[in-house]
């Protein structure tokens, strides 16, 4: 997988309310490494799929819910790199009304058009997503497929997000990212010097992710969660925080996903406000892409008659 990436850069974070602390306060652009496949999903792919060309793999399968960056993300390198894709979905309901589905969900119907076949299962059944049974079974329907785990993360995964940080990316002294499997974070821990810390902003509840960063982590440990970054659940949103990033676009020319990147500004603007930091402290925040997912939370927005990211 190679992409122009020279366009990645560190964007100034030019806030109006931030200008009377004493922080600086930057942001990686990697949602600008590719159109579809941006940000971590970008960096999780890499050598997960010059392992699949190795193999001599024709099929990529994977998992994931209806409106996930990630099966958006693994459709479109499929169709890139020659692979036929099966994205197996959380939510047997969906299959009742396919028609209905694809015309309400941007997600899945970019994924088909890009050659995507899904397999629609209970959300019972998606918990045993990991078991050999379940994995089995997939086998004796599909045959042969190269796995990719939910939200893309495994030890290649974390290969490829240590390549986030650049040399000159020394100079900071904080690192944030969003956290969705772990992946992401897991790669940048093991990259950072002795001297940098790094910050992670779970997406979603619980502390499941402490020990799934530990399983990929190597020496460095100068990393922590930071809670209540969900406001109140994965994907859940609210007024307050739409208008957020709607205003952080106008005033910072920078798009913000409302799942990830954006609930992590979100917090760290607050966080900043709140003097959590050193007066000079040097902040680089991970932008990981997922703007895909824009177009499918205005259509749940709309349909609670909220206001839409614009």
Known sequence: MNFNKSIIENQKVNLSELNR?????????EDLIHPFISGNKYRKLKYNISRAQDENQDTLLTFGGAFSNHIGAVAFTGKEFGFKTIGVIRGDELKKDLKRTFNENPTLQAA????????????????????????????????????IPEGGTNALAVKGCQEILKPKDRSFDVICSAIGTGGTISGIINSITDSQEVLGFPSLKG?????????????????????????????????D????INNF??????????????????????????????????????????????QGMNTRLKQKKLPIIQ
Not at 214 to 235: M, P, Q
Not at 241 to 244: D, E, G, L, S
């Open 21 to 29: 602390f004493n922080v600086s306060l930057y942001m990686k652009r």
């Open 112 to 147: 088909r058009q890009n050659g995507m076949q899904f397999e629609f299962v209970s959300r019972s059944e998606y918990r045993l997503k990991n078991s050999s049974t379940f994995i089995e079974k997939l086998i004796e329907k599909f045959g042969k497929f190269y796995l």
């Open 207 to 239: 502390d499941f992710l402490t020990k799934e960063i530990e399983k990929y982590t190597i020496e460095n440990k100068n990393w922590s969660l930071v809670s209540e970054c969900h406001l109140g659940g994965f994907a859940k949103v609210n007024k």
């Open 241 to 244: 925080f739409i208008h957020f």
């Open 249 to 294: 676009k106008t005033e910072t020319s920078i798009p913000l996903d409302p799942i990830y990147t954006g609930k992590m500004m979100y917090r760290l603007i607050t966080m900043i406000k709140n003097e959590y930091f050193n007066q000079g402290t040097r902040i680089l925040a991970i932008h990981t892409g997922g703007l895909q997912g824009i």
